[in-house]
């Protein structure tokens, strides 16, 4: 005769089981997808950085330029 109870903790380990198998696929997903938006990203980042190292020469040549300006304005 078999124990009652030791069949029911078999079957419930059998399902923490097959959740934790289910959760194991969740999370390599989720790994997968937060991967493909880390890449997608590094290609945003790039193109922040190349922005902003263009929006600081921008800056320096309007600030040289204005400054040229007043130099030949005060020659005069």
């Known amino acids: 005769m078999e124990n009652p109870h030791a ?3 078999n079957v419930l380990l059998q399902r923490i089981i097959k959740n934790a198998d289910k959760c194991t696929e969740m999370v390599v997903e989720l790994n ?4 493909e938006v880390i890449r997608a990203n590094a290609h945003v980042k790039t ?6 190292k263009y929006r600081k ?3 320096y ?4 330029t204005r ?7 005060e020659d005069e």
């Open 67 to 73: 400054a040229a300006e007043g130099a030949v304005v």
């Open 32 to 35: 997968h997808c937060l991967e």
């Open 7 to 9: 069949e029911r903790q």
């Open 61 to 64: 040549n309007l600030e040289a």
């Open 47 to 52: 193109a922040a950085d190349l922005v902003t």
């Open 57 to 59: 020469n921008v800056q």
